[in-house]
């Protein structure tokens, strides 16, 4: 039982380029969440996605996209990194997003974006 | 607006003493508040959960208390250890919402 798992762990791009950050739970919960966090910052929601099927937007969705692929996997894609999406991005799962239920976090993929 | 704040913004004591942070909020209607530990390099890990109507709520050498009517919670480590060192997260989320607002957390530091 891995938990939450996000890949890759680290990533350095090129401001312009693209890329997908993968995120995968195998604890049958029904939501998930991406998750960035900034030097100084609490954790900022950028988006959710309550059932497989659905997505919302956060509190920072700008210059980001995601997919619910099915329900274990939710991925987060930057269409074209700019140097402020340097950040750690963590993803995380939780039974529903309402109510007492914890939200499971995987380790992080530290991004920076030149 | 919905906002929690923390203080201390980091702390530092010695290994076996005791410390205690501090979270208020101003999140409404409340539903739930929670306390995470997050070690360097890793994810957050939640440490204890408080509804409306538990003030004090245990975790081996961590305690919560909450205080609903001042919107105020606190996380008590006793007899704190070099593994204690890492950044403590409040976190409350809202009875209408989807969304949990996040303190920035108080970073931690146990010396030997």
């Known amino acids: 039982n891995a938990g939450v798992t996000q890949t890759p762990k680290f990533q350095v791009l090129k401001t312009g380029q693209s890329m997908t950050l993968q995120c995968a739970q195998d604890?049958?919960?029904?939501?998930m969440y991406w998750y960035r966090q900034d030097p100084g910052m609490g954790l900022r929601l950028i988006y959710y996605?309550?059932?497989?099927?659905?997505?919302d937007k956060g509190e920072v969705p700008n210059g980001y996209n995601v997919s619910r692929l099915n329900k274990r996997e939710f991925s987060l894609r930057l269409e074209s990194a700019a140097p402020s999406q340097t950040s750690v991005y963590f993803c995380?799962?939780?039974?529903?997003?309402?109510?007492?239920?914890?939200?499971?976090f995987g380790p992080g993929t530290r991004l920076t974006v030149t | 607006k919905n906002q929690v704040e923390q203080s201390p913004q980091s702390l530092i004591i010695l290994e076996g003493k005791n410390c205690t942070l501090q979270?208020?909020?101003?999140?409404?209607?409340?539903?739930?508040l929670r306390w995470y530990k997050q070690d360097t390099g890793r994810g957050p890990v939640s440490l204890t959960i408080?509804?409306?109507?538990?003030n004090t709520k245990s975790n081996g050498r961590y305690t919560a208390t909450l205080d609903a009517d001042t919107k105020q919670s606190s996380l008590h480590i006793t007899a704190s250890q070099l593994s204690d060192s890492a950044s403590y997260i409040c976190?409350?989320?809202?009875?209408?919402?989807?969304?949990?607002?996040f303190g920035r957390g108080t970073s931690l530091i146990v010396h030997p």
């Open positions: 995380a799962s939780s039974e529903a997003t309402r109510s007492t239920y914890e939200q499971y």
């Open positions: 604890m049958n919960h029904n939501s």
């Open positions: 996605s309550a059932s497989e099927g659905t997505t």
């Open positions: 979270c208020n909020y101003t999140v409404s209607p409340f539903s739930n």
């Open positions: 408080m509804t409306f109507s538990e």
């Open positions: 976190v409350v989320l809202s009875g209408g919402s989807y969304i949990p607002t």
